[in-house]
C-alpha cells in the first residue's frame, strides 16, 4: 500500500467521515416524503402536475419516445408503462421507442415520493399519472391541430398518430408536434372508458425482445466508455472488518494495475482496485495479502443463530395484532391444539448481472451509469462521497440484468464504492464491478427467520385460537424508512402476510422480535410474504387435513367475507385445475396455496411427485387477480417466472449460511437457485377479468410456490416440513 | 501478454491478452462484443455460453490461449446460422426474455441443442439447458422456444 499522507487525492480522514455518513448519517438529511402514508394532522401534498414533455418526445419522423420513470429488470415496465400512455394518446404503437428515465424530480414515485422500483409498484403507482399525460399530449395535438385548421377541438379526433378534423382534414402527429408543444397543458382530459382500449389489456409483446436475443441490449456492466478503467474491491471476510495491514507488490506487478488502494466501505473497509480490465483487476486482487482488524465485530454463526431464534419464538415479542379473547388457547383442549416451529434460512437474490456501478468524476459535477431501483438514494450517495450536490451528478438508469431487491438498498453501498473510487481518478469513469463471489458473499440477504406457531382448533374444525411469534433482524431499523415501517417495535415487513391475513381466526394474536445481528439484509423478491405464506399456508392446509376437508373448500370456508379477492381466485383455482387434479397419476399429488399480497391475490395448484428424494413439479395452475391486466402476456410471464424465483426456498442448497461470521458460499456451485429441470414443467395462468385498480405483479407470484409444493410432498409422504431450506424427502 | 489470432464469427481478429484470460473477457474487453455474459465466473451459469467450432462452451473458463484457430460464434453472429436465426425468432415468438442476461446464453445452448437433436423430448431439453441457469425463471417459455423452433426446422 502506498502511504496515503502523502496522497493528494487520498484524505483519510475526510473519506472515514463519509463512510461514516455513508452507514447511517447520509440519508437523515432526507425528508422522505410517502403521500400514500402522509401522516395523520400532516396535510398531503397537492396532487403533483407531470409536464408530458419530460415523458414524451414525437420526432419528425413519427418516432414517439416515452420515458419510463422506472429501472426496468425484467419486469416489463418498458413495454407496459408506455402502453398506458400510448393508448391513451392515441399513438401508432409500431413507431413507440421506450427509454429509461434519468434521476430527476419529475420521474419520482408519485405514491413513494423517490424514483424506485420496489412493492410491486411500478403499475399501479403510475397507471393514472400515464393515462394522464397520455391524454393531455393526445389534447395537445388536437388544439394544434385545430388551430390549423380554424376549427373546434370537438369537431377532430385522434387515432393511431393522425389527428382527422372536418372535411378530410388530416394531420400526423409529427407534423403537429411543434405546434402542440407550445399549447397550454391541459388541467384535465377525459380518460378512455376501458371499452375505449386499444392497448390496455392486450397481449402485447415486450419492446426489448428482440434486443435481448441478439446480444444488442446493453445492461449497466456492457457499458464501454473512452479511457474508462475497471474496479474491483477487496471486501473484508467479516462485515464490519476493517484494514489491518495490505502487501500488494505481487498485485502491482501484473500489468494493466493502475492503482491500488484502501477504501471506506458502508460496514468496514476494503482495498480497491483499478485496472485497465476485469480479468487483471480481479487477478491483482487475488494477489493482495491483506490482514484484516475483526476485533469488537460480532461473528455470525447461522446454526448457532437457529438455536437462538427458536429460542426467541418461545417468547412472546412486540405486538403487532391482539385480537380477540387471549385466553381462548387455554380453554382448547390439549388434543386440539397444534404447536408448529419453522426455520428460514438466509437468502441472496444474485441476479443474473452481477452488481456493478460507474461514476465519473469532473470536479465540480459527476456521471454515473447504474442499474439501479433506488435512483433517488443512489444519486444523493454519489453525491455525498464527491462532495456534490445530488443535481450535480447526471444520473443514468442502466437496464439491470435482474434485481429482486438487491438494487434498492438503503446505503447505497455499491454506487458509493463506485464514488469513491472514482474520486481519485478524476475524469476517468470508473466501472466497479462485484464478481459472482462477492454478491453472494456480501450480505444483503433475506433474513433469517423462526416462527413458533400455536393453534387452537375449535369443534367445528376451524382454528378459534392463534399465538404466532416472528423471529427475525429489521429490514429498515435505524434507517428512515423505519419512520413509516416500524410501529410499537414490530417491523411491518417481518409480520406482513400474517398480522394482516385473510382468514379469520377470532382469537388472533402476532408478535415479532428483532434480533441485531451483524449480517446485512434486505427486501427479497415479496419481502416477508417468502416465509409468512409458507408458514400460514402450511398450516391451513394442516387444519383442512385434520377437518377431513377439501383443501380449496376449507380455504373458502375460514376466508373474512370481505376477502373478495382470494375467494375469487380459490374458485377459478377450483375451475381450472379440477380436471387434472381428479386424475393423478400414481405417487403424483396436487398442493394448494393461495395468498394475497401487493393487493394481488394468487391461488395455485401444483402437482408434484418426487424424484430423486426432490420434489418434480409437473406443472402449475395459477389463478390471479391483479386489478384490470394491463399488459396480460407480462403478466403470464411474471408469474410463470415468479413461482419459479419462490422456489429457491426449497432448494437443497438454496440457503446462505455462516460460520465464524464467514458465508460459507461463494457461487453458484454453493448457493444453487433453481435451473430449469427444478422448475414446473407447464405453468397456465388464468387472470380474472376486471376493471378495477390495476395491483403488483412483481412480488405476488413467490409465495404461493413453495408452501403449494411442500403440501402435495406432504400428502406423498405424510410427513410435515417445516425448515428450509428443503432437505432430502 | 502475447498475440492471438481468432477466428470470430467468421472473421480474423487480432488481440494482445494475457494468455490466462477467458475467452469471455477477450470477446467483451478487447473485441467489444458484450452480447455474451459475465454470470459467474465458474460455468455455473452459463450465461457466457458460445460455441467453439459448434460444440456450447462456457467461454468464462477457457483461457484464450487454449483457442488455436477453433471457429468461435456468438450471439452477435447466431443469427446468421438457419438453426440460429429459427431460435431467435422463437423466442422473440414466445416473448421469453424478461431481464434478458441469460438470454445469449440460453440461445447459444439451445441452437446447439437443436443442431445435434432436432426433435428433443423433455429430458434432452433438461440436459442441454441444465446448466443454464435463469434467476427470472423464464424456464417454461424456453421450453415453449425450443419445441417452436424445433417443429420449424423439418
Redesign the interface.
Known amino acids: 500500500m502506498r502511504a496515503e499522507k502523502n496522497d493528494l487525492h487520498l484524505n483519510r480522514r475526510s473519506f472515514l467521515c463519509a463512510s461514516t455518513a455513508a452507514a447511517g448519517g447520509l440519508l437523515v438529511s432526507l425528508y422522505l416524503d410517502f403521500p400514500a402514508f402522509a401522516q395523520e394532522g400532516r396535510p398531503s401534498p397537492p396532487p403533483k402536475v407531470y409536464p408530458p414533455d419530460a415523458f414524451v418526445r414525437i420526432e419528425p419522423s413519427g418516432k414517439i419516445f416515452i420515458t419510463v420513470n422506472r429501472l426496468e429488470?425484467?419486469?416489463?415496465v418498458q413495454t407496459s408503462l408506455p402502453m398506458v400512455l400510448a393508448d391513451e394518446l392515441d399513438a401508432d404503437w409500431s413507431q413507440v421507442v421506450a427509454e429509461l428515465a434519468p434521476a430527476a424530480e419529475v420521474y419520482k414515485d408519485p405514491l413513494f415520493g423517490i424514483q424506485m422500483v420496489g412493492g410491486s409498484g411500478s403499475i399501479s403507482h403510475s397507471f393514472q399519472q400515464y393515462r394522464e399525460l397520455g391524454a393531455k399530449t393526445r389534447a395537445m395535438l388536437i388544439a394544434a391541430a385545430a388551430d390549423r385548421w380554424k376549427v373546434s377541438p370537438n369537431d377532430c379526433r385522434a387515432e393511431n398518430s393522425v389527428v382527422y378534423g372536418p372535411a378530410g382534414k388530416s394531420a400526423r402527429y409529427a407534423e403537429l408536434a411543434e405546434r402542440a408543444a407550445r399549447k397550454p397543458v391541459p388541467n384535465t382530459v377525459r380518460l378512455k372508458n376501458p371499452s375505449e382500449f386499444r392497448l390496455i389489456g392486450k397481449k402485447v409483446?415486450?419492446l426489448?425482445?428482440?434486443?435481448?436475443?441478439?446480444?444488442?441490449?446493453?445492461?449497466g456492466?456492457?457499458l464501454?466508455l473512452p479511457g474508462m478503467k475497471i474496479a474491483v474491491v477487496a471486501h473484508p471476510p467479516v462485515f464490519g472488518g476493517r484494514v489491518k495491514n495490505v502487501d500488494d507488490q505481487e498485485a502491482r506487478r501484473l500489468?494493466g494495475v493502475k492503482d491500488i488502494f484502501e477504501i471506506p466501505l458502508a460496514k468496514g473497509t476494503g482495498v480497491a482496485v483499478v485496472a485497465d480490465?476485469?480479468?487483471?483487476a480481479k487477478?491483482a486482487r487475488d494477489r493482495l495479502q491483506i490482514e484484516w482488524d475483526l476485533s469488537g465485530i460480532e461473528l455470525a454463526d447461522s446454526s448457532q443463530l437457529r438455536a437462538k431464534f427458536k429460542e426467541m419464538a418461545r417468547r412472546p415479542g412486540n405486538v403487532a395484532v391482539a385480537r380477540g379473547d387471549d385466553k381462548a388457547m387455554s380453554r382448547t383442549p390439549a388434543a386440539r391444539r397444534i404447536v408448529a416451529e419453522y426455520e428460514f434460512p438466509y437468502l441472496a437474490h444474485?441476479?443474473?448481472?452481477?452488481l456493478n456501478a460507474t461514476v465519473s468524476f469532473k470536479g465540480d459535477k459527476a456521471e454515473a451509469w447504474v442499474p439501479s431501483q433506488f435512483q433517488t438514494l443512489d444519486q444523493m450517495a454519489v453525491a455525498q462521497a464527491l462532495g456534490l450536490k445530488p443535481e450535480q451528478v447526471t444520473f443514468h438508469t442502466e437496464?439491470?440484468?435482474?434485481?429482486?431487491g438487491r438494487r434498492a438498498v438503503i446505503d447505497s453501498h455499491v454506487p458509493l464504492e463506485a464514488a469513491l473510487i472514482a474520486k481519485r481518478f478524476r475524469d476517468t469513469p470508473i466501472k466497479l464491478v462485484w464478481?459472482?463471489?462477492d454478491d453472494v458473499r456480501g450480505g444483503y440477504y433475506r433474513p433469517m427467520h423462526a416462527h413458533r406457531v400455536e393453534i387452537g382448533i375449535g369443534a367445528d374444525g376451524m382454528p378459534a385460537a392463534w399465538r404466532h411469534v416472528v423471529v427475525g433482524q429489521s429490514l429498515v431499523a435505524g434507517t428512515p424508512f423505519a419512520a413509516m415501517m416500524i410501529k410499537d417495535g414490530v417491523d411491518k415487513t417481518t409480520v406482513e402476510g400474517v398480522e394482516d391475513t385473510h382468514y379469520n381466526v377470532p382469537n388472533f394474536h402476532v408478535s415479532a422480535h428483532h434480533p441485531v445481528v451483524n449480517v446485512p439484509v434486505l427486501w427479497w423478491r415479496s419481502v416477508g410474504h417468502t416465509h409468512t405464506a409458507f408458514v400460514m399456508e402450511t398450516l391451513i392446509d394442516e387444519l383442512a387435513t385434520r377437518a377431513k376437508m377439501d383443501p380449496i373448500a376449507y380455504r373458502r370456508k375460514l376466508l373474512k367475507p370481505d376477502a373478495k379477492k382470494l375467494r375469487t381466485v380459490l374458485d377459478l383455482l377450483d375451475q381450472k385445475s379440477a380436471a387434472w387434479r381428479k386424475n393423478l397419476p400414481k405417487g403424483h399429488a396436487a398442493g394448494i396455496s393461495c395468498h394475497e399480497c401487493f393487493n394481488t391475490a394468487v391461488a395455485c395448484a401444483v402437482e408434484v411427485s418426487i424424484e430423486n428424494k426432490r420434489p418434480k413439479i409437473h406443472r402449475a395452475t395459477l389463478a390471479v387477480h391483479c386489478g384490470l391486466a394491463v399488459n396480460p402476456?407480462?403478466i403470464e410471464?411474471?408469474f410463470?417466472?415468479?413461482?419459479?424465483?419462490g422456489?429457491n426456498q426449497l432448494m437443497a442448497q438454496g440457503a446462505i449460511t455462516l460460520k465464524d461470521g464467514r458465508v460459507e458460499q461463494s457461487?453458484?456451485?454453493g448457493f444453487t437457485?433453481?435451473?430449469?429441470?427444478d422448475?414446473?414443467?407447464?405453468?397456465d395462468v388464468h387472470i380474472v377479468p376486471s376493471t378495477e385498480q390495476p395491483t403488483g405483479c412483481g412480488e405476488p407470484p413467490v409465495p404461493v410456490i413453495s408452501p403449494a409444493v411442500v403440501n402435495a410432498l406432504t400428502r406423498l409422504t405424510g410427513k410435515r416440513y417445516r425448515n428450509l431450506p428443503l432437505a432430502a424427502v | 501478454m502475447a498475440t492471438y489470432q481468432l477466428n470470430v464469427n467468421g472473421q480474423s481478429k487480432k488481440v494482445d491478452v494475457d494468455p490466462g484470460t477467458p475467452l469471455l473477457w477477450v470477446l467483451r474487453e478487447d473485441l467489444k462484443m458484450t452480447g455474451t455474459k459475465y454470470g459467474c465466473g465458474i460455468s455455473a451459469c452459463g450465461a457466457c455460453t458460445v460455441h467453439v467450432d459448434g460444440i456450447a462452451t462456457r467461454s468464462c473458463v477457457v483461457p484464450v490461449s487454449l483457442i488455436g484457430n477453433r471457429k468461435i460464434t456468438t450471439i452477435e453472429a447466431i443469427a446468421q446460422d438457419p438453426v440460429g436465426r429459427k431460435v431467435q425468432d422463437a423466442w422473440v415468438e414466445k416473448d421469453v426474455v424478461q431481464c434478458g442476461y441469460c438470454q445469449s446464453g440460453q440461445i447459444m445452448s439451445a441452437v446447439a441443442l437443436l443442431k445435434a437433436t432436432p426433435k428433443p423430448t423433455e429430458q434432452n431439453i433438461e440436459e442441454s439447458m441444465g446448466g443454464n441457469l435463469c434467476r427470472c425463471a423464464t424456464y417454461v417459455r424456453i421450453r415453449e422456444a425450443i419445441k417452436s423452433a424445433s417443429e420449424q426446422l423439418t
Do not use: H
Open positions: 429488470f425484467g419486469q416489463g409483446p415486450r426489448d425482445s428482440r434486443a435481448k436475443c441478439d446480444g444488442s441490449q446493453k445492461f456492466l456492457d464501454d500489468s480490465r476485469f480479468w487483471t487477478q444474485t441476479p443474473m448481472e452481477p437496464y439491470a440484468g435482474g434485481g429482486f464478481p459472482r463471489e402476456l407480462s410471464s411474471q410463470q417466472g415468479g413461482i419459479g424465483f422456489l457461487n453458484f456451485d437457485p433453481p435451473y430449469i429441470g422448475a414446473p414443467v407447464a405453468v
